[in-house]
């Protein structure tokens, strides 16, 4: 079974910086993207950002300029440096690992970033 186990979620003043880490385990291969999404109370889940296999990376207009996604394609590892924090950021992140369209698409159990002084 595939497992993606989340770490680094937390609670951090305005300004502040966290960093996301996304560990996959299991059987898997042919990763098309990588990526964390958030989902704050009562709106849809959104894509923040996400790193291709050929290293492409896309990112929320929102969080331009703040975040940083990477991988660590030998340690099947996602990780989002998040810096200059702001309120609106607060969520709960998602760790999403999909090997494109009609193939496997598996999730994070999701991890609480909240940003409050």
């Known amino acids: 079974q595939v497992q993606l186990v989340e770490s680094g979620g937390g609670l951090v003043q305005p300004g502040g910086s966290l960093r996301l880490s996304c560990a996959a385990s299991g059987s898997i291969f042919n990763i098309n993207a990588m990526g964390w999404h958030r989902q704050a109370p009562g709106k849809q889940r959104e894509l923040v950002a996400v790193i291709t296999s050929g290293g492409t990376t896309n990112y929320a207009d929102s969080v331009k300029g703040r975040f940083t996604i990477s991988r660590d394609n030998a340690k099947n590892t996602v990780s989002l440096q998040m810096n200059s924090l702001k309120p609106e950021d607060t969520a709960v992140y998602y760790c999403?690992?999909?090997?494109?369209?009609?193939?496997?698409?598996?999730w994070g159990q999701g991890t609480q970033v909240t940003v409050s002084s």
């Open positions: 999403n690992v999909n090997g494109g369209w009609g193939t496997y698409d598996y």
